[in-house]
């Protein structure tokens, strides 16, 4: 009988969806915590990430890691991360038994000796106290002799949005939340600083939208990012209606200032190119009137812009911008 023990929560399969959505941001993860250097153009592959345990006296458990994998890069390397929303002290028993047997499943067998590969090792904490290791020691003691290895331990609540950033942790941002999680009950009474958790949010939107206007992140991983952050803060912030409705609403579809400046600035761009290519100053400028009206007439038709405040944007009356609809 096969028992399965793994527990399905809301952030291992934020977790998952990013590993396996978004593989390219676990590159930045594994260079700060196990201090390499990868420049994210290695080739990642996955491992077998359900395990069967054999323990004496009880059936069969499956378990299921959260991420096994190697990287290719000038040397190969085999790596194992699991996430967990709280500290737990059986953590460092379960992650022997994952890295065991990752280890079996491609140990080698020469004349009569077994070799065993064990996988670098870590540990994200999405929640962590001031009891929390910066990293766990598992020896193992032998007939032959003590080895050990040392598994680190990532806390995410200690990078701010700024941090995250810098150091490209991108993995990061949809479990950002948890930093505030302690007073989101503050924040939901408290208008005023609700707004600055509002702010600290729109700031993180638009760094991703201009990671992605830049060509550094694709479309595809920036929504990713946004659809799994507000995931999560619709789960942490179940209790506190205010920090769930504008937090995530910020997070969710709903167009902010930024992106409709950015669909002007690409009209204004194409209208500076047409003129330039007529070659005349009247030109340029007939360009760009040209595109900020179809910028904003877009924005009207996707019904996200009232054509009554485009009308305004563009002093223009509402009848003239009816005729470009």
Known sequence: MVENISIGTPYDDVFRTLLNDCTSLIIPVVNEV?????????????LQNEHFINIQGMDTKEKITDSSFLIEGKT???????????TDKSMMIRMFEYDSQIALDDCEILNE?????????????????????SAMIIEIRTPGGNISYKIPVMKTQIYTSDAIFDKNLLFLIP??????????????NDREKLQKLQSEYQKIRERLEQMCIDGKISEYIKCTIVDMSK?????IAARY???????????????????????????IREGKL????????????????????????GL??????????????????????????
């Open 76 to 86: 190969v390397k085999k790596y194992h991360i699991e996430c967990q929303s709280t």
């Open 274 to 297: 047409q003129g330039i290519r007529e070659g005349k100053m009247q030109g340029i400028r007939e360009g760009i009137r040209e595109g900020e009206i179809k910028s904003y007439v």
């Open 34 to 46: 196990f201090g390499e250097h990868y420049t994210g153009d290695e080739n990642i592959k996955f």
């Open 231 to 235: 995931k999560v803060i619709e789960n």
């Open 113 to 133: 000796k077994l070799i065993l590969s064990f996988p670098n090792s870590a540990v994200i904490y999405l929640r962590h106290t001031r009891h929390t290791p």
């Open 300 to 325: 009207v038709k996707d019904g996200l812009l009232n054509i009554s405040e485009a009308a305004k944007r563009l002093e223009m009356s509402e009848e003239e911008l009816k005729k470009y609809l």
């Open 241 to 267: 209606a205010n920090v769930k409705k504008e937090v995530s609403s910020i997070m969710g579809g709903k167009i902010l200032e930024y992106e409709a400046k950015t669909i002007l600035q690409n009209g």
């Open 175 to 188: 479990f950002h939340i948890f930093c505030y999680e302690n007073r989101l009950k503050e924040y939901d």
